[in-house]
């Protein structure tokens, strides 16, 4: 155990200790075991075990020396509530189920301590015993609105760890109930990605009806889910129809314009398959001077070069990368070429758009706007965060 925690340990207990004494001074009490709740030898003896850096023989201490009653409860929660954010979430658990193993507290109170027990279960990895009590709890009749809904969420985090997505669509639903839910907007949001996973999983094993309609369902959930839009594009290309891909594209930007550069290969494949230059050069183009991207750039350069001509595209070019600053050995290889064709016969745009598609890809990094998380590739689910659909290209 770190010294920080030992640090914490014995500051709660020199506060849990000032506070009892004031209890037992306020009531009177003078027994050594009244029904204040405290008793001074284990408590000294809790102590001398965190002095010696024996946290364990200290929590069996305190746990002996506090009583457990409404004026202790909050200070039992407030210790396993530290032990479980230091990563002690066995030492949480002995104190949650002490308290649960006490008979003098409220239905309420009862109901709390097993809420935590349950998030004890669940960071420990004990993710059977986390969904049992999760469950168990959402289903008490006349249960507290609060705890309600935190056990509903909790158990929603042991479906989503467990990728059982029927199952967290079901508890999703009743946390969009108007009757208790404080954020509805929230779950349905999370309900169409669920759909999502559905979706893809479908379409990875060609069900393309299935997948259809676990696209539609997302979309009633959330008719502003890039995600579905995108793989609904996915499954039309799939399914030889590019118009109607090209279609669901267009919506794309309205949608979140931070998703963008992920619709580009999907419209430049649903293009081709029009066999329309023209209009994609104008679309890209459009798209470009939205979002001044490298992956924009590139595709519209792409586009530029199947329409117009290599030459066109290396003028475009060296007038775009200059904005560009991590571009610059891109640029002066591109203005290299363009200064001298005579000497570097055959080596043109044609030539090096793979190098200045394999620099845009390097350069492309993907960010969390709720946590700072930063990878290489897009993540619907932050790893850090658990937050659906917070992480995008930069």
């Known amino acids: 155990m770190t010294g920080g925690l030992v640090f914490g340990l014995f500051f709660i207990a020199l506060a849990t200790g000032y506070g009892l004494a004031y209890l037992q001074f306020r009531f009177k009490h003078k027994s050594r075991t009244g029904s204040g709740g405290f008793t001074r030898k284990p408590y000294y003896q809790g102590l001398n075990h965190l002095l010696n850096d024996d946290p364990d023989a200290a929590i069996d201490s305190f746990i002996s020396a506090l009583d457990v009653n409404s004026e202790t409860l909050?200070?039992?929660?407030?210790?396993?509530?530290?032990?479980?954010?230091?990563?002690?979430?066995?030492?949480?658990?002995?104190?949650?189920?002490?308290?649960?193993?006490?008979?003098?507290?409220?239905?309420?109170q009862v109901h709390l301590a097993q809420l935590e027990l349950a998030i004890d279960f669940l960071r420990s990895g004990l993710l059977d015993r986390a969904e049992t009590l999760f469950k168990e709890l959402a289903d008490v009749s006349g249960l507290d609105k609060n705890i309600r809904e935190k056990a509903l969420s909790y158990l929603l985090e042991v479906y989503q760890d467990t990728k059982e997505w029927l199952p967290a669509i079901d508890v999703a639903d009743r946390l969009t109930t108007q009757k208790f839910s404080t954020a509805p907007d929230k779950w349905r949001e999370t309900q169409a990605q669920f759909s999502c996973e559905l979706a893809e999983e479908a379409l990875n094993q060609?069900?393309?009806?299935?997948?259809?309609?676990?696209?539609?369902?997302?979309?009633?959930?959330?008719?502003?889910?890039?995600?579905?839009?995108?793989?609904?594009?996915?499954?039309?290309?799939?399914?030889?129809?590019?118009?109607?891909?090209?279609?669901?594209?267009?919506?794309?930007?309205?949608?979140?314009?931070?998703?963008?550069?992920?619709?580009?290969?999907?419209?430049?494949?649903?293009?081709?398959?029009?066999?329309?230059?023209?209009?994609?050069?104008?679309?890209?183009?459009?798209?470009?001077?939205?979002?001044?991207?490298?992956?924009?750039?590139?595709?519209?350069?792409?586009?530029?070069?199947?329409?117009?001509?290599?030459?066109?595209?290396?003028?475009?070019?060296?007038?775009?990368?200059?904005?560009?600053?991590?571009?610059?050995?891109?640029?002066?290889?591109?203005?290299?070429?363009?200064?001298?064709?005579?000497?570097?016969?055959?080596?043109?745009?044609?030539?090096?758009?793979?190098?200045?598609?394999?620099?845009?890809?390097?350069?492309?990094?993907?960010?969390?706007?709720?946590?700072?998380?930063?990878?290489?590739?897009?993540?619907?689910?932050?790893?850090?965060?658990?937050?659906?659909?917070?992480?995008?290209?930069?």
């Not at 407030?78 to 104190?95: S, V």
């Not at 016969?345 to 946590?371: A, M, P, R, W």
Request: charged letters at 25%.
């Open 74 to 108: 909050e200070t039992h929660l407030a210790l396993a509530n530290l032990l479980r954010k230091k990563g002690e979430t066995a030492q949480a658990i002995r104190i949650h189920q002490n308290l649960l193993a006490r008979p003098s507290l409220s239905k309420q």
């Open 206 to 394: 060609n069900e393309l009806t299935e997948a259809r309609r676990l696209v539609r369902n997302a979309l009633r959930y959330d008719k502003g889910c890039v995600r579905a839009s995108l793989l609904q594009a996915k499954i039309e290309l799939q399914d030889d129809s590019p118009a109607v891909a090209l279609a669901v594209l267009r919506k794309v930007p309205r949608q979140n314009p931070r998703f963008v550069s992920e619709a580009l290969p999907l419209i430049y494949d649903s293009f081709h398959n029009l066999d329309s230059a023209v209009e994609m050069t104008a679309l890209f183009r459009d798209i470009y001077n939205e979002n001044k991207s490298l992956p924009a750039l590139n595709y519209l350069a792409k586009a530029i070069a199947e329409e117009q001509g290599e030459d066109v595209v290396v003028d475009f070019l060296l007038h775009e990368l200059p904005d560009f600053p991590q571009m610059e050995a891109a640029g002066e290889l591109l203005e290299v070429v363009s200064n001298n064709t005579s000497q570097w016969v055959g080596f043109n745009y044609n030539t090096i758009k793979g190098v200045l598609e394999k620099l845009t890809h390097d350069k492309l990094q993907y960010e969390c706007s709720d946590c700072g998380f930063r990878g290489e590739q897009l993540h619907w689910l932050c790893p850090k965060c658990k937050t659906w659909s917070t992480i995008a290209a930069r």
